[in-house]
């Protein structure tokens, strides 16, 4: 039985690696990033919008979190693509995708058909928020730390067939699955 977290920032294919990697293993699949749309669609607000508001309460981050972890204690053999589930669901085997950061840019402005210098403000601003909404909730100075992590793949250099067999094969690996 296999819990699996998978954390990347905008850009790094966190969804596209979870969702293939949940269609090689049959696993469920869950994702913050949804359940956070969700959120912000329940109040008629748009995701930059919803960040601004979740900003000002704790009220949808601990909501949030008491679903990951919640989910992680009562399910197995799901992969969740989150920024946190790492921390919450501390008994799974925690991935990190990384690229740099014009790159991760560049990937959203070509998923969302918006402008680079957009996406590159709404990026910055959201990552803003959140590493104060982390550090001041959880004490996490460093979320996106590699040391969070057991393993960590780079998505630039692979493409998203070559990160999900990287895993896949650690996962072999440390006999996860």
């Known amino acids: 039985m296999a819990k ?10 966190k969804s596209t690696a979870a969702k293939m990697l949940v269609e090689k293993l049959g696993y469920e699949y869950i994702s913050t990033g949804n359940i956070f749309r969700g959120y912000a669609k329940e109040l008629g607000l748009t995701l930059n919008e919803f960040e601004v508001v979740a900003d000002k309460t704790d009220e949808y981050d601990k909501r949030l979190d008491n679903e990951t ?7 197995d053999n799901f992969v969740f693509e989150s920024r946190l589930a790492w921390h919450f669901i501390p008994d799974s ?10 790159t991760r840019i560049q990937r959203v402005v070509n998923r969302e058909q918006k402008s680079f210098e957009q996406v ?32 960590v793949v780079d998505t630039e250099k692979n493409n998203a067939e070559q990160v999900v067999e990287i895993i896949l ?4 690996i440390k006999e996860i699955i």
Request: charged content about 35%; some cysteine; aromatic content about 16%.
């Open 4 to 13: 699996i977290t998978i954390f990347g920032l905008a850009g790094t294919g």
């Open 169 to 172: 094969t650690e996962l072999k």
């Open 93 to 102: 085997f925690k991935i990190k995708l990384d690229c740099n950061f014009d």
């Open 69 to 75: 972890e919640k989910f992680g204690k009562e399910k």
């Open 120 to 151: 590159k403000a709404e990026t910055i601003h959201r990552e803003d928020l959140i590493t104060k909404r982390y550090a001041q909730y959880y004490n996490i100075q460093d979320f996106s730390n590699d040391n969070n992590f057991d393993f």
